[in-house]
């Protein structure tokens, strides 16, 4: 059954206004009492913040108008709403979690809010800095991967990053990586290398999370098996296992003969009884066993519960693309 437009949106917004405040909450109790900056707009507003005491969210706020702007006139606004949202909630949350934590006044966004906001100051969650980097990376990188998974972005060097890629077809990892480099290097000079190790080990940490957010935890195995006994075995994994196996044929380079190899999919724990299985109709057979991210189909995840679109418009899609041809 195709998903509907109105609950893949209800959905998306759960996840980016959550995502949003987490990522406020992430720059207050964790990155900015501690000087921990991260990368893109939000480092940069960070160090900003250290030297002049800019509000970061209000910094972050202008900084995406001006790049969602450029975003727009060059590539497009198919996906610019989702943008501009995160944008004003995550900016809006960073300020008000900043007065909350007592780092700043709130007043660029909520001015009624000064006069009681002695009710709702509470002390730093952490002054260690490796604290704040673990638990910050982790809450980062949960929260980013909250709003890629809905196909949104954090704005920032993002957008640049994607700017810059449409107007001069540079590789986007290249771009990245350069733009996260000057943040860092930005870092080091204004704060020093001591605060610079612990961001670079900072964002690390946020970049293995959304991985594991987008992904999920590695919990499946792919096996490939190299062996003269492709048939018995792999009934043995249908009947045993309850799962599916496909055989491929391949040929050995040093020894140029033919050989079949068994490929299946499996839970973490289903793979001593698959090894077992393997031994007994052939000892001599050779494995590999991988890390499988995700693995989506008949027996495992569905398909459709990790798309983003509404099923009902591949068929229109499709019928665009055959008219064009």
Not at 53 to 71: D, E, K, S, W
Not at 176 to 190: K, R, T, Y
Not at 210 to 220: A, Y
Request: proline share 3%.
């Amino acid at each position: 059954m195709a998903k509907s437009k109105d609950s893949i949106r209800f959905l998306d917004f759960i996840y980016l206004t959550f995502g949003s405040w987490l990522l406020g909450y992430c720059v207050a109790a964790f990155t900015a009492p501690n000087n921990i900056v991260p990368v893109g707009l939000t480092g940069i507003a960070t160090i900003l913040y250290g030297i002049k005491q800019v509000p970061i969210g209000l910094t972050i706020l202008i900084g995406n108008i001006f790049l969602v702007a450029m975003q727009i006139k060059m590539v497009g606004k198919k996906t610019a709403w989702k943008t501009i949202y995160v944008t004003v909630v995550s900016s809006i949350a960073t300020d008000i979690m900043m007065g909350v934590y007592h780092f700043a006044s709130i007043s660029p966004y909520l001015a009624f809010l000064d006069s009681i906001e002695s009710h709702f100051v509470v002390s730093p969650l952490t002054n260690d800095l490796f604290l704040a980097t673990l638990y910050g990376g982790i809450s980062s990188g949960v929260a980013m991967g909250l709003i890629f998974k809905t196909g949104g972005t954090t704005g920032g060097t993002d957008i640049i990053t994607q700017i810059i890629h449409f107007a001069y077809k540079l590789p986007i990892a290249h771009v990245s990586l350069c733009l996260n480099i000057a943040v860092l290097s930005a870092c080091a000079f204004f704060k020093g290398m001591h605060l610079a190790m612990y961001s670079i080990l900072f964002v690390y940490i946020s970049s293995k999370v959304i991985d594991m957010v987008l992904e999920g935890v590695s919990s499946f195995r792919t096996v490939f098996i190299f062996t003269s006994e492709p048939d018995v075995i792999g009934w043995a994994i249908i009947e045993d296992l309850r799962r599916g196996a496909t055989v491929l044929e391949g040929t050995g380079v040093y020894s140029g003969k033919k050989t079949n190899i068994l490929m299946t999919a499996i839970k973490r724990g289903e793979l001593p009884l698959l090894r077992t299985i393997v031994y007994e109709f052939d000892p001599k057979a050779f494995l590999i066993v991988a890390d499988a991210r995700q693995v989506l189909g008949q027996g495992f995840a569905k398909l459709e519960d990790e798309i983003r679109f509404d099923t009902s418009e591949v068929e229109q899609r499709k019928l665009e693309i055959k008219d064009k041809n």
